[in-house]
């Protein structure tokens, strides 16, 4: 199928290891931040959220940490799979209206 | 239970055609989303449906756009007389909490 990112940042990284995929957003405003996944001819898969009141969540084999200071959020994936292999946005979310997404970032895993 | 379903799944119109895309929404889910996906990019917001209230159209590129969702389920978008720069995937999304949207597979639009 088509590539849903054929211009975004691209890590590779190893089956097996851990991934750190990074974004910055816009608006200190913001306090919903939610991290989707998207595989080439889908839509955006949720993965994880948090608040702005949380600054770490984890969930199954994916952590996300926030720092508002710095206005960045970055996705962990521990032990990445071939199947995790996709393109990944952060979004943030102002008073439970509309999302603003980041540019995405392409995950490839080598096996 | 079943997700956020669109159709069609694809679709070309030849460009000042009239094409109507379809969302439907989780059951029981007051809130809709429409975003536009162009290639290489994340999704842009279009607009926000709460039941069958419009809130925000603010996203919409220009009037030849038009969203309705009459009995609060449902939603169309509507793009009047089709131009190349339509071409793109149009995205629905819904939501029961205020915040997180779960996303329908899109719709990819061509427009020659």
């Known amino acids: 199928g088509e590539s849903v990112g054929l211009h975004l940042p691209t890590l590779s990284v190893q089956e097996g290891d851990n991934s750190i995929i990074n974004c910055a957003y816009s608006?200190?405003?913001?306090?919903?931040f939610i991290w989707y996944k998207q595989e080439s001819g889908k839509g955006p898969q949720f993965i994880i959220d948090?608040?702005?009141?949380?600054d770490k969540r984890q969930g199954q084999r994916v952590t996300v940490l926030l720092n508002k200071t710095v206005k960045h959020l970055s996705l962990q994936i521990a032990a990445t799979q071939p199947g995790d292999s996709a393109v990944y946005f952060c979004?943030?979310?102002?008073?439970?209206?509309?999302?603003?997404f980041g540019a995405g970032t392409i995950l490839r895993v080598k096996s | 239970g079943a997700g956020v379903s669109q159709s069609p799944r694809y679709k070309v119109a030849k460009r000042g055609q009239d094409v109507a895309l379809r969302c439907d929404p989780i059951s029981g889910h007051v809130s809709l989303f429409w975003y536009q996906q162009a290639l290489g990019q994340g999704p842009e917001f279009l607009t926000y449906f709460q039941n069958e209230a419009q809130l925000d159209k603010s996203g919409l590129p220009s009037d030849r756009f038009f969203a309705e969702r009459p009995e609060g389920s449902v939603s169309t978008l509507k793009i009047q007389r089709t131009q190349q720069e339509d071409s793109a995937v149009y995205l629905c999304?819904?939501?029961?909490?205020?915040?997180?949207?779960?996303f329908g597979p899109g719709t990819r639009l061509t427009v020659l």
């Open positions: 608006n200190s405003a913001s306090d919903y």
């Open positions: 948090i608040r702005s009141n949380m």
């Open positions: 979004a943030e979310n102002e008073y439970g209206n509309k999302l603003v």
């Open positions: 999304a819904s939501s029961l909490a205020p915040d997180t949207q779960y």
